[in-house]
């Protein structure tokens, strides 16, 4: 398999990678939302829950749809692991966005962008790296 059919390959995964997370950033703001204008949640605490349902989200369709993978206990730890860490970027992000008194909203602008770049490449070469490179 030559270069070009490997980075086609890529560009298509990283479009499902983007599709699936359009689906996360929905069902992440809905959760947030929620928390915030319902529950009536601090920022962090509603950051916290919005992170938990767009991980499940993420999880499911990342397996499915962008790696083409089988969901095991192996890959979701893995997953997980990567998603901790996201999840200090995320909480860092929304201390800025509190400290700085800007609207909640700000919060998924800041987390769309710099949390699913940090995510890809993990998921990419960790949780799923052994199960796409035939290990």
């Not at 890529?10 to 069902?27: K, M, Y």
């Not at 703001?29 to 509603?46: F, G, K, N, R, V």
């Not at 890959?75 to 200090?88: D, E, I, M, Q």
Request: zero cysteines; a positive charge.
């Amino acid at each position: 398999m030559g270069l070009t059919a490997v980075s086609f390959g890529e560009i298509g995964r990283l479009a499902r990678f983007v599709l699936v997370g359009i689906v996360t950033a929905a069902a992440y703001t809905a959760a947030l939302a929620l928390a915030m204008e319902i529950l009536h949640a601090d920022l962090l605490w509603a950051a916290v829950a919005a992170f938990a349902v767009g991980t499940v989200t993420s999880y499911v369709g990342n397996s499915l749809l962008t790696f083409r993978t089988r969901m095991t206990r192996a890959n979701a730890r893995r997953f997980l692991a990567v998603v901790l860490a996201g999840l200090g970027l995320n909480q860092l992000i929304a201390w800025t966005v509190e400290t700085a008194g800007l609207n909640y909203l700000f919060l998924p602008l800041a987390v769309f962008v710099v949390v699913p770049a940090f995510n890809y490449i993990g998921h990419r070469l960790y949780s799923f790296g052994a199960e796409l490179n035939g290990s």
